[in-house]
């Protein structure tokens, strides 16, 4: 996405809820919720989409916490 806010590009390609999308603070990853395997998790990301490996593995439901 551009300064104005447009040009914008889909990044996840899921039909299920990717959601609290939050930068790494050198802008090269995006840490996010979703709930793909039906349980929610926390997943990272490259920021052009790539490397999407689930980073919890635990049955209870997982939430954003922030960059450290």
């Known amino acids: 996405?551009?300064?104005?806010?447009?040009?914008q590009t889909r990044v996840t390609t899921s039909s299920s809820l990717d959601d609290e999308p939050t930068w790494s603070s050198d802008g090269m990853k995006i840490m996010f919720s979703t709930n793909r395997d039906g349980n929610d998790v926390i997943d990272v990301m490259d920021a052009n989409g790539l490397n999407q490996p689930n980073r919890t593995h635990n049955i209870a439901a997982d939430a954003i916490s922030s960059w450290r």
């Open 1 to 7: 996405m551009n300064w104005f806010g447009t040009a």
